[in-house]
C-alpha cells in the first residue's frame, strides 16, 4: 500500500486548497478513504471519509460544511477540498485507508494557514 497526499502549502484565513492523495498498491475502489490530521502539540484526528460504493461520507464536525471528501477511482485518487480555511486549520494532514489488518498512511502534506 502506498498513498502519497500532496496540495497543501501556505493559504490566508478564508482561503481554499484541494489535497490529493493518489494511491496504489491495492484495489482503491474496494475500499474506504480517510483524511486525518495533525496540529502541532496536538493529537491526530479524523477529518473526513469517503466510502465506497456510493459514494457517501462523513465528516468531522469541526469541518462540516466546510471540507469536501470526494474520489476518482479511475484515478485511484481520493481529494479534500477545504475551503473557508481558519487558523485552526492548520495542520499535517494524512490520507489513510484500513487495507488488510492495519491502518496504512501517506507521509502527509502541510497546510499553513496565516494572513
Known amino acids: 500500500v502506498q498513498l502519497v497526499e500532496s496540495g497543501g502549502g501556505l493559504v490566508q484565513p478564508g482561503g481554499s486548497l484541494r489535497l490529493s492523495c493518489a494511491a496504489s498498491?491495492?484495489?482503491?475502489?474496494?475500499?474506504?478513504m480517510s483524511w486525518y490530521r495533525q496540529a502541532p502539540g496536538k493529537e491526530r484526528e479524523w477529518v473526513a471519509t469517503?466510502?465506497?460504493?456510493?459514494?457517501?461520507?462523513d465528516y468531522a464536525d469541526s469541518t462540516k460544511g466546510r471540507f469536501t471528501i470526494s474520489r476518482d477511482n479511475a484515478k485511484n485518487t481520493v481529494y479534500l477540498q477545504m475551503n473557508s480555511l481558519k487558523f485552526e486549520d492548520t495542520a499535517v494532514y494524512y490520507c489513510?485507508?484500513?487495507?488488510?489488518?492495519?491502518?496504512?498512511w501517506g507521509q502527509g502534506t502541510q497546510v499553513f494557514v496565516s494572513s
Open positions: 498498491g491495492f484495489i482503491f475502489s474496494n475500499y474506504a
Open positions: 469517503i466510502y465506497w460504493p456510493g459514494g457517501s461520507a
Open positions: 489513510s485507508a484500513v487495507v488488510g489488518i492495519g491502518r496504512s
